[in-house]
């Protein structure tokens, strides 16, 4: 059996806020490399929550998380940031880029953050991967100066930069149009067939989570499939 | 490479907000150009008020003072020398003023290698005749070049030349306040009677201003030998030797070993005239407040500024974190703006600091007090600007220090749930 790149055990999540109340319960999930997953689910049965567990943003939970085969109870914040910065890539319904860089230096920054190349070879990294979202043109723009659609394209160049091994994504097409997110999806798609890349991708379009390898639904908490 | 990234971040951030940023850094420059202005222009004023008395004072004079003995036949008695001895009544016995051989002691201290120099001295009680008025006075039979070289002589002479004080037999150089009440020119010729009776007519060749109108108003200046001739004494007679330090801090300390070793009294400089250093350290004391105070002032504005900073690039800070930056790198991010605002800002006033101080050196200040003074004090010390730049730094980390924290606590998740 292949490795899973990322498996969680018996995740329990609670709110205290205003009351005790569980928001996950015992979640079991494992995915393997080149996987293209998507979670499913009603607004509100905690799909967003699982995901920030599994990103590492979230500490305060049970059970067991492994990244890669390690696990990340224990870690320090500053080792959890560099697990988020060389293993996973990140794009959420807001784009999140910063207006006072341009687009290229955008997508450059979690990869200045990792210094494993220069600056030079992280540049050149930042502009294949615009290349491959095919908006290597606005480059040199400032993130303000594109479209709803384009921004997203970045935020996933950005999320791409330094070759994670999984890409999570928190309804990544929410915010965009039919035609915007058609262009998006397919992109995942190319990702995962072409270039072998591991997607987890929350969303609560049908549609869109039919068209993936492998479907999570999940209600109430609970996985059901 | 690490620090490039963190400053390139930091840029950006400052940039975004350049106005706000601008207006927390002229606070900085403000405070600070006013902290150097202050200080140097209190300083200067020290400086002038303490070379009034310190150029004028030798740092330890040695001297006789008429005094009852300390040790009386009672004392030395062996059946009561364990008990108290009280005696009323006890006159100074006849001692006098002058130091017996005092070319003795005047060349073990031009041996002494602490020593800058000595210049002897003679002082005696007078009256200044005026028609059938008699006015006290008190005459300095000093060494002219001596007097001058250690105590600056010449700068206190306002009108005549100093120098015929030693070259023209009996002349006199009398104090400012003297003149004025005596009417005289100079040339003129005054007579002045001693204390024992004896008259004395004398050449007047200068004028002297101290600067200190109680001094100028009874004192006057003559050779030392014209002083001996005043007083019928010899031409070894003298009363007084004014010795000026090479380090003026050792004179309470030498003090006490001239005084043991030539058997005379000493006074030192510091012990003579307490109250302005007292004086001294309480301005430069107001200025460093007053300078901190502004301080304080503009760092509540880099701590405002970076607040709203943080409030308004949440955001930013969220994916920051996201990405992989970890809170120690947010941390850095804000306080490399908080540093760099106060750099920025304390170097400019550093520089506006230089020119404030230099504008006030221009300023004419002309006093009949301070002859040699024509523009207010400065004091140009370096001291001043690193104390600043010092001061500067450490402020503005402090204001960046809690928000940058706050920066670093900023939990991402709460943030992004938001949008
Ligand atoms: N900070 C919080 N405090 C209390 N309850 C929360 C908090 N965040 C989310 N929840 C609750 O947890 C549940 C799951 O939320 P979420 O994971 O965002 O759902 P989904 O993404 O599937 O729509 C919801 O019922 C929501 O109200
Ligand atoms: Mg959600």
Not at chain 1, 11 to 21: A, L, T
Not at chain 1, 83 to 111: A, D, T, W
Not at chain 1, 149 to 171: C, S, T, Y
Not at chain 2, 272 to 278: C, D, G, L, R, V
Request: include cysteine; proline fraction near 3%; charge should be positive.
């Amino acid at each position: 059996m292949e490795k899973s790149i990322l498996e969680c055990i018996k995740i329990n999540k609670y709110f205290y806020d205003p009351v005790k109340i569980q928001v996950l319960k015992e979640v079991d999930i494992s995915i393997k490399k080149s996987e293209f997953v998507s979670i499913t689910g009603k607004s509100g049965c905690g799909k967003s929550t699982l995901l920030y567990i599994l990103s590492t943003m979230d500490t305060d939970y049970e059970g067991k998380l492994l990244i890669d085969g390690i696990e990340m109870r224990g870690k320090k914040e500053n080792e959890l940031a560099r697990v988020r910065n060389e293993k996973i890539g990140f794009v959420f319904q807001f784009h999140y880029l910063l207006n006072e860089f341009s687009v290229i230096r955008n997508v450059m920054l979690p990869g200045l953050k990792l210094a494993k190349l220069s600056e030079k070879e992280v540049e050149a990294h930042a502009y294949e991967k615009l290349k491959i979202l095919g908006i290597e043109n606005e480059a040199l723009k400032k993130p303000n100066q594109l479209s709803g659609g384009q921004k997203q394209r970045v935020a996933i160049a950005r999320a791409l930069i330094n070759n994670p091994i999984i890409i999570m994504g928190d309804e990544p097409t929410g915010n965009l149009d039919k035609k915007n997110s058609e262009i998006v999806f397919n992109i995942f798609k190319e990702l995962a067939e072409v270039y072998n890349q591991s997607l987890l991708i929350v969303t609560h379009d049908n549609e869109f989570a039919a068209r993936t390898h492998r479907i999570i639904e999940m209600e109430d908490g609970r996985v059901i499939r | 490479m690490k620090f490039k990234l963190i400053a390139s971040v930091s840029k950006s951030l400052l940039l975004a907000r350049w106005k706000q940023t601008l207006v927390a850094a002229i606070g900085v420059t403000f405070s600070i150009t006013m902290f150097i202005g202050l200080l140097s222009f209190m300083s200067g004023l020290n400086d002038l008020l303490d070379g009034l008395v310190v150029n004028r004072t030798p740092h330890i004079r040695l001297y006789n003072e008429i005094l009852p003995s300390k040790i009386q036949p009672i004392d030395k008695s062996a059946d009561y020398n364990t008990s108290y001895n009280f005696i009323r009544s006890i006159k100074p016995k006849n001692k006098l003023l002058e130091i017996y051989n005092n070319a003795a002691v005047i060349k073990t201290l031009q041996s002494d290698n602490r020593v800058l120099g000595i210049a002897p001295k003679i002082i005696a009680q007078v009256f200044y005749n005026v028609g059938t008025i008699d006015l006290t006075g008190i005459i300095n039979g000093i060494d002219v070049e001596e007097e001058n070289r250690l105590f600056l002589f010449k700068d206190y002479v306002v009108e005549g030349n100093y120098i015929d004080l030693k070259n023209t037999t009996n002349s006199i150089v009398l104090g400012k306040g003297v003149a004025e009440k005596m009417l005289t020119n100079i040339g003129d010729i005054i007579q002045i009677t001693t204390s024992k009776g004896e008259r004395l007519q004398l050449k007047v060749v200068g004028f002297f201003q101290s600067g200190l109108q109680d001094i100028d108003k009874v004192q006057s200046y003559t050779s030392i030998a014209t002083a001996q001739k005043l007083l019928g004494e010899s031409n070894s007679y003298i009363t007084d030797i004014q010795v000026k330090l090479k380090d003026i801090a050792l004179a309470p300390a030498l003090a006490k070993e001239y005084a043991a070793l030539f058997e005379l009294d000493a006074i030192d400089i510091q012990t003579a005239n307490s109250q302005f250093e007292t004086g001294s350290s309480v301005r430069t004391l107001i200025s460093y407040a007053v300078g901190i105070t502004l301080l304080i002032v503009a760092g509540f504005g880099i701590y405002n500024i970076l607040n709203m900073m943080i409030y308004e690039k949440m955001d930013s800070i969220a994916i920051l974190k996201a990405t992989g930056f970890s809170g120690a790198d947010v941390n850095k991010i804000f306080i490399t703006i908080a540093l760099s605002i106060g750099i920025f800002g304390g170097l400019l006033g550093l520089l506006f600091g230089f020119g404030l101080s230099a504008l006030i050196d221009q300023i004419p200040f002309n006093t009949a007090a301070l002859p040699t003074v024509k523009t207010y004090p400065i004091n140009y010390n370096p001291k001043f600007y690193m104390v600043g730049g010092i001061f500067s730094i450490i402020t503005t980390y402090f204001a960046g220090y809690l928000p940058s924290r706050k920066a670093s606590k900023i939990d991402p998740v709460i943030i992004i749930r938001g949008k």
